[in-house]
């Protein structure tokens, strides 16, 4: 199985100027998290909650964790970084959501990986990689601004869950938006063609 290093966000931090140690060097290891065959397929479809995803939990050790959850990960990856162990789950080679562990042995974050795996809303189901106008249209979502080292950039909270813009194909006004703590950037700003690229039960620093 090929490696995959998972990073989120550092790109926009970056353009934002920030720097995060774990953003220059990573160890990536691939963990079976089971030596017994893959469980039976299960009807169940799993979706991330603000302190869950399926049996996995915000708090709980990752020692405890089940080695492999029908229908949701049979294939664990471990990237070591100074700052956290993020353990990305697998399923039939595809990523379906980091964990973050900030070196206290638990699950700190539990982010979403691709679109595979989404959060219920009232409007239907929300997966990274959608637009990101779904995200403002929720009822009660709010701005935060989340300061790092000398810069900072913004999210949105929903019911205690963490959205953030895929930054990969956003024009330079959103982009230096993002990066001004003072006030969100405005709606306008925020075209059909701007993604959702992190979604999450917290943020991943």
Known sequence: MKKIYIIPIIALMTACGGHKSNSSSSDTDSLPVAEQSAPEAASEVY?????????????????????????LYDFVLTTSTPDAMAYTFLLQDIPQFTIYDFMDGRVDVIAL??????VVT??????????????????????????????????????????????????????????????????KLFTTSVRIGYIATGLPF
């Not at 990986?113 to 989404?118: F, I, L, M, T, V």
């Not at 637009?131 to 929903?158: C, H, M, N, Q, R």
């Not at 194909?169 to 003072?182: D, N, P, R, S, T």
Request: aromatic share 8%; glycine share 12%.
């Open 122 to 187: 009232p409007s239907g189901m929300i997966h990274v990689g959608e637009p990101f106008t779904k995200v403002l249209e929720l009822d009660g979502v709010v701005s935060e601004f989340a300061a790092i080292d000398d810069t900072g950039i913004w999210y949105w909270k929903w019911h205690d869950l963490y959205f953030g813009v895929d930054e990969t194909e956003i024009g330079e006004e959103l982009a230096a938006a993002l990066c001004e703590g003072k006030l969100p950037p405005a709606g």
């Open 47 to 71: 979706s991330l909650t603000a302190d869950s995803i399926g049996p996995v939990r915000v708090g709980d050790a990752v020692a405890s964790l089940p080695q492999a959850v029908a229908n």
């Open 113 to 118: 990986e691709g679109d595979a795996r989404g």
